[in-house]
């Protein structure tokens, strides 16, 4: 099993920055892919991005492509999710997810470990 706990979300003003962070423990040596989502009210859980967890790739939304950014620090098994340029558009409910195999990126279901989501909000 992979734990996965997110932090970093708030309320932020349009244009400012963000940056979420996704700590992962247990055997996170099983995992192939990390993921965001996000949620917003009334709305279906989207993707955002998507990077390897030992491989350097990644793959974006075309709607933060160019403003958000999925990185990761292998010695705190830590991904995180740079957020800039943010608009009231983005306010959602942000979720971590961890992949054991590859897949089509953006669909939820190939994702096998779940955070509890931090809740971004953007005024405008």
């Known amino acids: 099993q992979v734990q996965l706990v997110e932090s970093g979300g708030g309320l932020v003003q349009a244009g400012g920055s963000l940056r979420l962070s996704c700590a992962a423990s247990?055997?996170?040596?099983?995992?192939?892919?990390m993921g965001w989502f996000r949620q917003a009210p009334g709305k279906d859980r989207e993707f955002v991005a998507a990077r390897g967890w030992r491989d350097d790739w990644s793959n974006y939304a075309d709607s933060v492509k160019g403003r958000f950014t999925i990185s990761r620090d292998n010695a705190k098994n830590t991904v995180y999710l740079q957020m800039n340029g943010l608009t009231p558009e983005d306010t959602a409910v942000y979720y971590c997810a961890g992949g054991l195999v590859i897949g089509s990126l953006d669909r939820a279901e190939i994702y096998d470990y779940w955070g509890q989501g931090t809740q971004v909000t953007v005024s405008s």
């Open positions: 247990g055997r996170t040596f099983s995992l192939y892919l």
